[in-house]
């Protein structure tokens, strides 16, 4: 099992860059893929990017060429640097973890992103 714990969110404004960071509990972070995900007022969760156990990276369109996804394994953490931030990116940022079922199985508690216009 792991533990996630999100950090990094804040109010900024747009054409702003943060960089999220996501925590990890264990000694097996590197054997999981993960994944941060969104989820704005009043609409579903969504996925932002992923990252494998190996390193293969996926992002979804609107977060490409202004969002990367990386991983520190000897520091348990992956991160998600966002560049030139949008009003539309305002959400609270989520990480998970996945065994490579497909399914992510562990969350974090969440951290609120906030782009002003």
């Known amino acids: 099992q792991v533990q996630l714990v999100e950090s990094g969110g804040g109010l900024v404004q747009a054409g702003d860059s943060l960089r999220l960071s996501c925590a990890a509990s264990?000694?097996?972070?590197?054997?999981?893929?993960m994944g941060w995900f969104r989820q704005a007022p009043r609409k579903e969760r969504e996925l932002v990017a992923t990252?494998?156990?190996?390193?293969?990276?996926y992002y979804v369109d609107s977060a490409k060429g202004r969002f990367t996804i990386s991983r520190d394994n000897a520091k348990n953490t992956v991160y998600l640097q966002m560049n030139s931030l949008k009003p539309e990116d305002t959400a609270v940022y989520y990480c998970?973890?996945?065994?490579?079922?497909?399914?992510?199985?562990?969350w974090g508690q969440g951290t609120q992103v906030t782009v002003s216009s």
């Open positions: 998970a973890a996945s065994t490579g079922n497909g399914a992510y199985e562990y």
């Open positions: 264990g000694r097996t972070f590197s054997m999981y893929d």
């Open positions: 990252i494998s156990s190996g390193g293969n990276t």
